[in-house]
């Protein structure tokens, strides 16, 4: 399997294959069905919940109002600190300064903490085409990078394996990439994840540079936040004499008191928990204590594009807590690779489109797979309006027109039936702003109902196709309220 989603096809045809294999569909089903259950419980033991979704979701809105504002106070902040900011306009931009930074150091290897950012933009491809090995330290990463596999989910990368394969991958890839897995390794959780311990212990005492995300910046102080439950993150960030975290622009949160309303929502929502078990925070540098040396990559890569967009921007808010996932009908059948991107799901539907367009095949029938149902915007901790996103992704597209293949190239072709449409629209708006020619029309068309097609002509044959076209009744309707109601006419 290709460990990155480079030619994957369109979400129908990845999901007609991911739905036919039941163990994916077992694996999925048994996973979200569990996260989802619990949130559920953590979430009810609040009963300021909907007053913290609804502080979430206007400190986000507020900040992004402001971003351009709040990103100048983080870089100052962040470099009266001790750090320096480099600012990324694109992925390749992006993957250019961390190359050059790590190359900088003399060192050939890093340490990662999990970083949805860092995947997005395939920094660890990007490093191993220079020659320098990322480590993924972060258990379900570890899965996937090992497996040579993709993540199909924000918060548990590797939810589509099961135990037995997860003893199959380390038992035979553990040793190509450091200490191998013990010869008795059994498929106990307890056993996987001492393995685990064993191989990524030795990493985090030998890597000289950690890479990372980040949860939250705090603009007033120049803060960096990391959430994370296994202990790793915080081994990343605290052992390596060079920190480099890589973090979409959105990520921003103005105070510390803003930050204390996802501290509370962002766990409960991801992993149905009360508090987070390592919540790390670092702030520029310090001596001797820590990275001496700290860079932040700030990503754009889409983000402003996406912030242009009165309806879409709203993607913006998310948290990554993944409630949208575990609780999405067509996720938990189609899994996450059907996504063709790091960021699957329902946020993913909405996300994925905006950062890299709809041009693709791919980026295109994402807005598509959904049906609309609205669970992610009941769950979700800032109140994105999934769904709303996801129709209003679908009229860009439409009026993009499909996006098809043409050899090597995908091209935007103008869709067949949208002048027709856009006729009949026109038609119509014409006929009810005109009651007499409406009246007339509906007469004509009761008369004559016995002489109607059952199939449109021409373009219009592919519509009437799959539909049974309605027959006009014997007498209209403004003509049966004139006689029922006593020559009053129907408004
Ligand atoms: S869209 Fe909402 S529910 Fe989904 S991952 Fe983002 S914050 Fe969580």
Redesign the pocket.
């Known amino acids: 399997m290709s460990s990155t989603f480079v030619g994957m096809p369109a979400f129908p045809e990845a999901a007609r294959n991911a739905v036919a294999d039941p163990t994916l569909r077992g694996n999925l089903r048994h996973a979200t069905h569990t996260i989802r259950a619990k949130r559920a419980g953590a979430v009810a033991e609040l009963s300021d919940w909907a007053e913290l979704r609804e502080a979430g979701r206007r400190i986000k809105d507020h900040t992004l109002r402001h971003l351009d504002r709040y990103l100048e106070q983080l870089e100052a902040s962040v470099t009266a600190a001790g750090g320096t900011v480099h600012w990324a306009a694109d992925a390749d931009e992006a993957n250019r300064i961390v190359t050059r930074l790590v190359k900088e150091t003399g060192e050939s290897e890093v340490v990662k903490v999990k970083s949805m950012a860092t995947q997005e933009i395939g920094l660890n491809e990007a490093l191993e085409a220079e020659g320098i090995r990322a480590y993924e330290t972060d258990l379900a990463e570890l899965i996937v990078q090992l497996g040579k596999d993709r993540p199909s989910h924000?918060l548990v990368p590797a939810i589509h394996r099961n135990r037995g394969e997860i003893r199959d991958i380390f038992a035979h890839e553990m040793a190509a990439w450091g200490r191998p897995a013990p010869a008795n390794l059994t498929d106990t959780p307890a056993d996987l994840a001492e393995a685990a311990r064993l191989h990524l212990r030795e990493k985090f005492l030998r890597a000289r540079v950690g890479v990372s995300g980040a949860n939250f910046m705090v603009a007033e102080t120049g803060t960096l936040v990391v959430v994370e439950s296994e202990g790793n993150g915080r081994m990343c960030l605290t052992l390596p004499r060079t920190l480099i975290s890589v973090v979409g622009i959105e990520k921003i949160v103005p105070t510390w008191r803003d930050l204390e309303v996802f501290l509370q929502t962002l766990p409960r929502?991801?992993t149905a928990e009360r508090m987070n078990p390592y919540t790390s925070t670092w702030t520029g540098t310090t001596d001797e204590d820590g990275p001496r040396t700290f860079h932040l990559v700030l990503l754009d890569n889409g983000r402003t594009d996406a912030l242009a967009d009165q309806v879409g921007r709203q993607?913006l808010?998310?948290?990554?807590?993944?409630?949208?996932?575990n609780v999405c009908p067509v996720y938990e059948r189609a899994g996450g690779h059907a996504y063709g991107s790091v960021y699957p799901?329902?946020?993913g539907a909405v996300l994925t489109p905006q950062l890299r367009g709809t041009t693709s095949e791919i980026d295109a029938s994402l807005p598509y797979a959904s049906s609309l149902c609205g669970a992610?915007y009941e769950?979700?901790?800032?109140a994105?309006d999934?769904p709303e996103v996801l129709v209003h992704l679908r009229e860009r597209v439409v009026q993009g027109g499909p996006a098809v293949r043409q050899g090597n190239k995908v091209v935007l072709r103008p869709a067949k039936g949208h002048a027709a449409e856009r006729a009949a629209m026109r038609a119509a708006a014409w006929a009810f702003g005109h009651p007499g020619a409406l009246r007339a029309g509906q007469r004509l068309a009761s008369r004559s109902r016995r002489l109607h097609p059952r199939t449109l002509p021409g373009p219009g044959r592919a519509w009437s196709g799959t539909r049974d076209l309605p027959t006009p009744p014997a007498e209209p309707f403004r003509d049966w309220w004139q006689r029922t109601r006593g020559g009053k006419d129907a408004k």
């Open positions: 924000i929502s991801s993607a808010r998310c948290i990554r807590c993944s409630a949208c996932l799901g329902p946020i992610c769950v979700c901790p800032v994105i999934i």
